[in-house]
Nanobody, 123 residues
Framework: QVRLVESGGGLVQVGDSLRLSCAAS????????MAWFRQAPGKEREFVAA????????YYADSVKGRFTISRDNAKNTVYLQMNSLKPEDTAVYYC????????????????WGQGTQVTVSS
C-alpha cells in the first residue's frame, strides 16, 4: 500500500521560511513524478512544484518561482519543498502527490496523495 506522509508545516511570519517534507513508502517510485499542490480555503487545489524522477528536472508555478525550491532524495523516496520569502497568499494546506510519468499541473492524473500539512503565513 502506497503511503505519503507530509511534515514541516506551521505558522510563520511574512518573509519567513519553511521546509516541507514528504516521505513515500509502499513501492518503488522509479519513473514517478513527485509534486506539491496546495489548497487555500474556498479555492481549488493548485499546482505548486514538481520534480521528475529521471534527469532531475523541476517545474514551478509562476506564483512561487524564485521563492520555492523542490528537491528529492530518491534513495529515501522523499521530496522536499523549501519555501522562502513566504507571503500571506501562500497560506494553504500543502499536499504531496505522485504520478507515473511526466509531470502535469492538473490534479486528476496524480495517483497518490498525502494527507496535507497546514502552512499559515501571518502578516
Amino acid at each position: 500500500q502506497v503511503r505519503l506522509v507530509e511534515s514541516g508545516g506551521g505558522l510563520v511570519q511574512v518573509g519567513d521560511s519553511l521546509r516541507l517534507s514528504c516521505a513515500a513508502s509502499g513501492r518503488t517510485f522509479k519513473d514517478y513524478t513527485m509534486a506539491w499542490f496546495r489548497q487555500a480555503p474556498g479555492k481549488e487545489r493548485e499546482f505548486v512544484a514538481a520534480s521528475a524522477w529521471i534527469g532531475g528536472a523541476t517545474y514551478y508555478a509562476d506564483s512561487v518561482k524564485g521563492r520555492f525550491t523542490i528537491s528529492r532524495d530518491n534513495a529515501k523516496n522523499t521530496v522536499y519543498l523549501q519555501m522562502n520569502s513566504l507571503k500571506p497568499e501562500d497560506t494553504a494546506v500543502y499536499y504531496c502527490a505522485v504520478k507515473w510519468g511526466p509531470y502535469t499541473v492538473y490534479v486528476e492524473p496524480y495517483t497518490y496523495w498525502g494527507q496535507g500539512t497546514q502552512v499559515t503565513v501571518s502578516s
